[in-house]
Every structure is written in C-alpha cells, then in structure tokens.
C-alpha cells in the first residue's frame, strides 16, 4: 500500500464478500457510517458528517452508549479515488490512507493510519481492526438483505 503519512504507520485490514462498489458506498455514505462505525456494542457512532471531495472534511461522532464518554474523530480529505483509495489528514496532523482492493465478488479494505502517543501501537492496532471488523459485519449482512 502506497503511504504518505510521516510516522511509521499501523496497517489494519479485513476481506468482503461484497464487490467494491458496495463496499465504498458502505464506507462513504454517512447513514451507513453510523450503523458500523464503533469498536464494541457499548459505543455507537449517533452522528456523521462527510463531503468526500478533496478539501472537504469529515467529522464521525463516537460516544459510549451509557453517555460516559465520546470524542469527535474528523479530518480533511487530501486524496479520493472512487472505489480505490481515500486519504485523509486527521485534525491532529496524522495521516491515513485507506485502499479499496477489488477482487471479483469480494473486496480488501486496509487502512494504513500515523499511530496518536496517547495509547499503545497494540491497543490502536486493535481499536481499528475491531472498527473494520464491524463494518465488514455491516457490509455483508446488507448485501445479504438486497
């Protein structure tokens, strides 16, 4: 995967059974962001904002679903490549990029991401796989239900 973050970067990564243009439209379209978009059942994702162009932002709020905590996860597009790859920079100055592998009926997504110092590679490693692991999840069972 191509990188163009300044750290050494964390790479995260789940295969589809969906075809790529299902799955971007999972992965871009707000009403499916907030269905998906939260490592465990005890947070969800209540509101989501994206203008998926070059300079335009996003913002994914990310609350616990007991009202303890929450945080706002959003940054600026810097690249959007329709059903092959999406980079942005996070509000913070991190970069990520995340690539759309087409393979026939089944898709790779990987998201490649600078890691914070707040929290541990390991834990941040986790954090996103589990995120990817729920929209994997989301995905498939849509394309189960059309």
Not at 77 to 84: A, D, F, L
Request: one cysteine or more; proline letters at 3%.
């Amino acid at each position: 995967m191509l990188y163009a973050g300044a750290m050494k970067p964390i790479t995260v990564s789940v295969r589809i059974a969906a075809p790529v243009d299902t799955v971007w439209e999972q992965y871009t379209e707000t009403e499916h962001v907030m269905r998906w978009n939260h490592a465990s059942d005890e947070w969800h994702c209540p509101d989501a904002e994206n203008d998926l162009r070059v300079g335009g932002t996003f913002r994914y709020r990310m609350e616990a679903k007991d009202g303890s905590d929450g945080f706002d996860f959003s940054g600026t597009y810097t690249e959007v490549i329709p059903h092959e790859r999406i980079a942005y920079r996070m509000d913070d100055g991190r970069m990520a990029l995340v690539a759309f592998i087409e393979e026939g009926e089944m898709t790779t997504v990987a998201v490649a991401f600078d890691p914070e110092d707040e929290n541990s590679r390991e834990l941040q490693r986790q954090g996103w796989q589990a995120i990817l692991e729920s929209f994997k999840r989301e995905c498939e069972a849509q394309r189960q239900e059309s």
